[in-house]
């Protein structure tokens, strides 16, 4: 390490936190579908809370098997009519043909939603191989070209930086993401990750691969331990030992709990932001003040009142 190295490193250290942030961050935010009344009022309630940060769009999930269309349509209708966000609609080809994927793309496309969050989504069963549908989309490239055949929607295709599970190399994973983007996706948004060096490492061999899409983070704020190692033992997210330590004797600690996770988070967008990263999309599990909390470190204010009506 030279003593220019050991300088820029003891720069940063001294730097006051979030102090080089310039307001030129974006965020989008993304929710699931409300499976009752309580959990559309949190979601009403968290979409009001982050809807004036004016995020570039905002998404909602589409559920295990298509388990969740009408929610989901229901969920992204209601988005795009009632307030002044951008609604993004998630679309698997689990269990479904071709048309019957179609139908649901055009009745997005008539509800006035432009942009789909294009995925292959994951068998019905957890842990079994995905077998496509007969007469349906084979994974996420042949679904992104079946949706720009009906209409030019934006589209939005999942990203891994620690290398998808069913892919058996970093480079079969890279080739994936650039036939999905070379089928006409605009940007790739990552699995959930805790390490930016993983994240860097990607962004280096996505451009190594001639891919000039961007590749938009995602961040899971993690309050819940538990909970996230059971999403990421799905997904290949590596939690690291660290942060199981961080969590541990806070469980019947809320605040501190809340605390802790706005701290991880924070940092860890603090370094993608020194890294240069400029777009931030984080998975919000339907609650707000994590996600809103980590934008307003990145330096992102309200911009226009929100048109929410309670819910
Ligand atoms: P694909 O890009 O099709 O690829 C999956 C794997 O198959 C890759 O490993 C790839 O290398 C391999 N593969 C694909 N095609 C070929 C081929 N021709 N030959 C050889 N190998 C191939 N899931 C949901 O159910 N609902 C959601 O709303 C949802 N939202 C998500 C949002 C984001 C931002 C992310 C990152 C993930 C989301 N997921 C969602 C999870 C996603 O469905 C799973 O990760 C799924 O296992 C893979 O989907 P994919 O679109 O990445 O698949």
Same mark, same amino acid.
């Given at each position: 390490?030279?003593?220019?190295?050991?300088?820029?490193?003891?720069?940063? =250290? %001294?730097?006051?936190?979030?102090?080089?942030?310039?307001?030129?961050?974006?965020?989008?935010?993304?929710?699931?579908?409300? !499976?009752? %009344?309580?959990? +559309?009022?949190? =979601?009403?309630?968290?979409?009001?809370?982050?809807?004036?940060?004016?995020?570039?769009?905002?998404?909602?999930?589409?559920?295990?098997?298509?388990?969740?269309?009408?929610?989901? &349509?229901?969920?992204?209708?209601?988005?795009?009519?009632?307030?002044? =966000?951008?609604?993004?609609? &998630?679309?698997?080809?689990?269990?479904?043909?071709?048309?019957?994927? %179609?139908?649901?793309?055009?009745?997005?496309?008539?509800?006035?939603?432009?942009?789909?969050?294009?995925?292959?989504? %994951?068998?019905?069963?957890?842990?079994? #191989?995905?077998?496509? &549908?007969?007469?349906?989309?084979?994974?996420?490239?042949?679904?992104?070209?079946?949706?720009?055949?009906?209409?030019?929607?934006?589209?939005?295709?999942?990203?891994?930086?620690?290398?998808?599970?069913?892919?058996?190399?970093? /480079?079969? /994973?890279?080739?994936?993401?650039?036939?999905?983007?070379?089928?006409?996706?605009?940007?790739?948004?990552?699995?959930?990750?805790?390490?930016?060096?993983?994240?860097?490492?990607?962004? /280096?061999?996505?451009?190594?691969?001639?891919?000039?899409?961007?590749?938009?983070?995602?961040?899971?704020?993690?309050?819940?331990?538990?909970?996230?190692?059971?999403?990421?033992?799905? $997904?290949?997210?590596?939690?690291?030992?660290?942060?199981?330590?961080?969590?541990?004797?806070?469980?019947?600690?809320?605040?501190?709990?809340?605390?802790?996770?706005?701290?991880?988070?924070? +940092?860890? $967008?603090?370094?993608?932001?020194?890294?240069?990263?400029?777009?931030?999309?984080?998975?919000?599990?339907?609650?707000?003040?994590?996600?809103?909390?980590? $934008?307003? =470190?990145?330096?992102?204010?309200? #911009?226009?009142?929100? !048109?929410?009506?309670?819910?």
């Amino acid at each position: 390490i030279s003593i220019n190295q050991l300088e820029e490193a003891r720069r940063a =250290l %001294d730097a006051p936190l979030f102090a080089d942030v310039a307001g030129d961050a974006e965020v989008s935010f993304e929710f699931f579908p409300p !499976k009752t %009344d309580k959990m +559309e009022e949190a =979601l009403w309630e968290a979409v009001k809370t982050l809807e004036p940060l004016g995020p570039r769009f905002v998404s909602v999930t589409y559920g295990a098997g298509g388990s969740t269309r009408e929610r989901t &349509h229901a969920t992204v209708a209601r988005i795009q009519r009632e307030t002044s =966000l951008a609604a993004a609609a &998630h679309l698997t080809c689990v269990e479904a043909t071709k048309e019957e994927i %179609d139908e649901v793309a055009e009745a997005y496309w008539a509800a006035g939603i432009r942009h789909i969050v294009a995925l292959r989504g %994951d068998p019905p069963v957890a842990g079994s #191989k995905f077998v496509s &549908h007969p007469g349906g989309y084979d994974n996420a490239a042949d679904l992104v070209a079946g949706l720009k055949k009906l209409h030019p929607f934006e589209i939005s295709v999942a990203a891994y930086p620690e290398c998808h599970p069913d892919s058996g190399s970093v /480079d079969v /994973d890279l080739d994936n993401l650039k036939r999905k983007l070379d089928a006409g996706a605009n940007r790739g948004i990552t699995q959930f990750f805790f390490s930016p060096e993983a994240y860097f490492r990607f962004r /280096d061999r996505v451009a190594a691969a001639g891919i000039t899409a961007e590749i938009v983070p995602g961040i899971l704020p993690v309050s819940n331990v538990a909970q996230t190692r059971k999403f990421a033992a799905m $997904c290949n997210a590596e939690i690291p030992d660290w942060m199981g330590r961080l969590f541990e004797g806070l469980d019947d600690h809320p605040a501190a709990r809340q605390l802790v996770a706005a701290t991880v988070a924070a +940092e860890m $967008c603090r370094k993608l932001y020194a890294g240069g990263v400029r777009s931030f999309h984080f998975y919000t599990l339907n609650r707000a003040e994590l996600s809103f909390a980590i $934008c307003h =470190l990145l330096g992102i204010r309200a #911009k226009t009142q929100a !048109k929410v009506a309670a819910a």
